[in-house]
């Protein structure tokens, strides 16, 4: 498979899984069907909007008019079910497949754009936790990525593993399946064992 569609398939698949979850929170806080559909747009697009302007390319949503098609069946379902309870542990599961999606895919296109290590890094970090940070802010809860569950340190762990298979020259493949199956494994132990980053 090649680079570019491979971080394509991924996009699509990491757009529907923060735009339902997006979704879904919005309706548990009470915002009308403009509110969710704004609310799974931004948790959506927003971590590979950054990601691509950061690297002086235009947003996906922009070059993949299909990323609107995914935005818009989560809405639907989202309205249709009319579920106003809170997350659950299915959407938590799906939520945390989002994050190990966008994050390999914005480390994928970062490295494929000629990236060093660190940007590598970095660039699918953001891709993975800007769109709930912001999804939590516009819903006036507290963001999750900064309290709990480790959300950053899963992203930031499997960004290191994509990067560290990359410059060993492994397979694409094999690098982004291993970098998610890291991002996955790590928050599915956060939240079953309750780990957290310290405080103070």
């Known amino acids: 498979m090649q680079i570019d569609s491979l971080v394509t398939a991924l996009d699509?698949?990491?757009?529907f899984a923060f735009a339902i979850v997006g979704a879904r929170i919005a309706a548990s806080k009470g915002l009308?069907?403009?509110?969710?559909?704004?609310?799974?747009?931004?948790?959506?697009?927003?971590?590979?909007?950054?990601?691509?302007?950061?690297?002086?390319?235009?947003?996906?949503?922009i070059l993949n008019s299909w990323l609107f098609a995914s935005i818009a069946i989560a809405v639907l379902i989202t309205v249709i079910a009319k579920q106003k309870k809170p997350v659950g542990r299915f959407l938590l599961a799906l939520d945390t497949f989002?994050?190990?999606?966008?994050?390999?895919?914005?480390?994928?296109?970062?490295?494929?754009?000629?990236?060093?290590?660190?940007?590598i890094v970095a660039l699918g970090l953001i891709g993975g936790v800007t769109g709930g940070l912001l999804r939590d802010v516009l819903c006036q809860v507290e963001p999750v990525l900064l309290h709990r569950e480790t959300i950053g340190t899963s992203c930031l762990a499997g960004a290191i593993t994509y990067a560290g298979l990359h410059y060993?020259?492994?397979?694409?493949?094999?690098?982004?399946?291993?970098?998610?199956?890291?991002?996955?494994?790590?928050?599915?132990?956060?939240?079953?064992?309750?780990?957290?980053?310290p405080k103070i």
């Open 32 to 61: 009308d069907y403009g509110g969710i559909a704004l609310i799974a747009a931004v948790a959506s697009i927003s971590g590979g909007t950054l990601r691509n302007l950061f690297m002086g390319q235009r947003p996906p949503w």
């Open 98 to 119: 989002g994050l190990a999606v966008a994050t390999v895919s914005s480390a994928s296109f970062a490295a494929a754009n000629g990236a060093n290590f660190v940007s």
């Open 168 to 197: 060993l020259d492994v397979s694409e493949v094999i690098a982004a399946i291993a970098g998610g199956l890291v991002i996955v494994l790590v928050r599915e132990a956060s939240i079953k064992f309750d780990w957290h980053l």
């Open 12 to 15: 699509l698949i990491a757009t």
